[in-house]
């Protein structure tokens, strides 16, 4: 795509808009393809309303948002001509592959530098789907029915959990600290051991050991 290219960053942490937004001024601002964001959103009705407004070529949309998540934006937003790229924390299957069902061109994780963001961007923006390398055998192996990954609404277990508390229960399975998965998430220590007891009594588990091997088995990790 020649010109600019117009996005929409949709996420529920300021200090990361701010980030993603530095990041596209410092990568995207020259050369044949420019990367412009119109307008930032916190949560899903900010981002429907922001869709409308203006009807942004690409929206860069995190897929957990208080008010629905990722998903109901692109259900309540379908517009010809945007597309979507997922830009998420989560790397889990169920994560990618819901995303990818609910409408989203590519998925890419956090860990992505400004350059790898914008190079992204303009491919989703010309049509191509993109995705972080180990995310994409995800997608090829749930497409052509031979994974084992599924759906978040397929697990009734994880359905028992809301979308920060999914976050958060990946983190400490995976061997995160309270103040690791604090600084991961943007959220407080304190807020961390809400979810976390949350998560254990929705789950009926006892300690962060039984909660990582519940994840292992289901393939969270």
Known sequence: MSGAVRVVVVDDHAMFRAGVRAEL???GSAGPMIVEVVAEAADVEEAVCAVAEHGPDVVLLDVHL????????????ARE???YLALSVSDAAE????TIRGGARGYV???ITGAELVD????????????SPRLAGFVLDAFAGVG???PSGIDEDLD??????????????????????????????????????????????????????????????
């Open 25 to 27: 001024a410092a990568y």
């Open 66 to 77: 208080p008010g629905g998540g990722g998903v109901e934006v692109m259900r309540r937003a």
């Open 81 to 83: 001509g945007t597309r």
């Open 95 to 98: 994560d990618v592959i819901g």
């Open 109 to 111: 994780t956090k860990t």
């Open 120 to 131: 992204a961007i303009g491919r989703v923006a010309d049509g191509d789907a993109v995705f």
């Open 148 to 150: 084992q990954a599924a």
């Open 160 to 221: 028992l959990l809301t979308e920060r508390e999914r976050e958060v229960m990946r983190l400490i399975a995976r061997g995160y600290a309270y103040k690791e998965v604090a600084r991961e998430l943007f959220i407080s220590i304190k807020t961390v051991e809400t979810h976390m007891s949350s998560v254990l009594r929705k789950l009926q588990l006892s300690s962060r050991h039984e909660l990582t091997r519940w994840a292992s088995d289901r393939r969270l990790l």
